[in-house]
Each structure stands twice: as structure tokens, then as C-alpha cells.
């Protein structure tokens, strides 16, 4: 587990720089929606896509995209922004189904 880790840190980096940088842009309720319903999850859709195209599925993967999402919450939102927890992981999941076909083996 800690070789994969290694191995995908790039992802995981990416992840971070979307959930934690990414808001730092927020400057309004506007803006803070536009960033939370379109960037955010378009770029963890993205990642996951190749993350998927790298590995395959990992349900793993899901689970650490949820993970890295909780602290953001204290920093950057609301209590109200746990449900972003379950919708950026559905996100990592779909993209992570959609590279399947694109599989590298």
C-alpha cells in the first residue's frame, strides 16, 4: 500500500493543490459556487480520469479523494460543505470508471 502511495503521489499532490489552493480564489458566494460546482469537481474528474487510465479502479483511490477533502472543510467552508465529501468522491469514482477502457496495462 505505501509502494502505490509512492508510486501515485502526483495525483494525490494534484488533489491537494485543487482542494486546498483552488479556493483560495474565492472571493464572494459567486465565486464560492462557481469553485465548489464546476472547478473543483471538473479538475478531481480529471485527475481521477488519468489516475484510472494509470491504475485501473481503486477503490482506495475513492476513499483518499473523500479523505483529503475533510480538512478543507474547517479551513475553507462551512459545516454544511460535508456533503462535498460524498460528490467529490463520486466524482473521483465516475472518473476513475470512466478510464477504464483507456486502461494501460
Known amino acids: 500500500m505505501v ?13 491537494i493543490v485543487d482542494f486546498y489552493l483552488i479556493p483560495l480564489l474565492i472571493q464572494d458566494t459567486g465565486t464560492a459556487m462557481v ?12 485527475i481521477s480520469i488519468f489516475y484510472g487510465i494509470k491504475n ?27 456533503v462535498y465529501t460524498i460528490a467529490y468522491a463520486l466524482f473521483a469514482l465516475v472518473g476513475n470508471l470512466i478510464a477504464l477502457p483507456f486502461r494501460k496495462r
Open 3 to 15: 509502494d502505490k502511495l509512492k508510486q501515485n503521489i502526483i495525483f494525490y499532490l494534484l488533489l
Open 35 to 46: 469553485i465548489m460546482l464546476v472547478i473543483i469537481p471538473w479538475i478531481c474528474l480529471i
Open 56 to 82: 485501473g479502479f481503486d477503490f482506495w483511490y475513492v476513499l483518499i479523494v473523500a479523505i483529503l477533502f475533510v480538512p478543507s472543510i474547517f479551513i475553507f467552508y462551512n459545516s454544511s460543505a460535508w
